[in-house]
């Protein structure tokens, strides 16, 4: 008699990154860059918040895209299609009271 273990055991853990993976079927890493640290992630569409969670950059702060040397402040509840090779930055929100 043998026993059937064809269900992988490890296949929970939906935080592990699988390295040995490089072309995963449905969704392709791509690195990008916040505030000068490198990223892996999925390419295609990441909410603003998940950006600012993966960087440990405050929920207040504002998250802008790099283009052609410009800074193009994100929307808190935005919306972001990520490609490789995409930098962004993060800064305190200007505050009127000084």
């Known amino acids: ?9 490890a296949h929970e853990g939906p935080a592990e990154k699988r390295h040995g993976h490089e072309h995963e079927h449905n969704h ?5 860059k916040i505030n000068g640290k490198h990223y892996k992630v999925h ?3 990441t909410s603003v918040k ?3 969670q ?3 950059i405050p929920l207040a702060d504002v998250l802008a895209r790099v283009v052609d040397n410009h800074l193009h402040p994100l929307p808190d509840d935005g919306v ?3 490609k490789q090779g995409e930098v962004f930055v993060s800064h ?7």
């Open 1 to 9: 008699m043998h026993e059937h273990k064809n269900a992988p055991e």
């Open 28 to 32: 392709h890493e791509v690195e990008i």
């Open 43 to 45: 390419e295609g569409e």
């Open 50 to 52: 998940q950006l600012k």
């Open 54 to 56: 993966l960087a440990g």
């Open 80 to 82: 972001v299609c990520i």
């Open 92 to 98: 305190p929100r200007e505050s009127s009271s000084s």
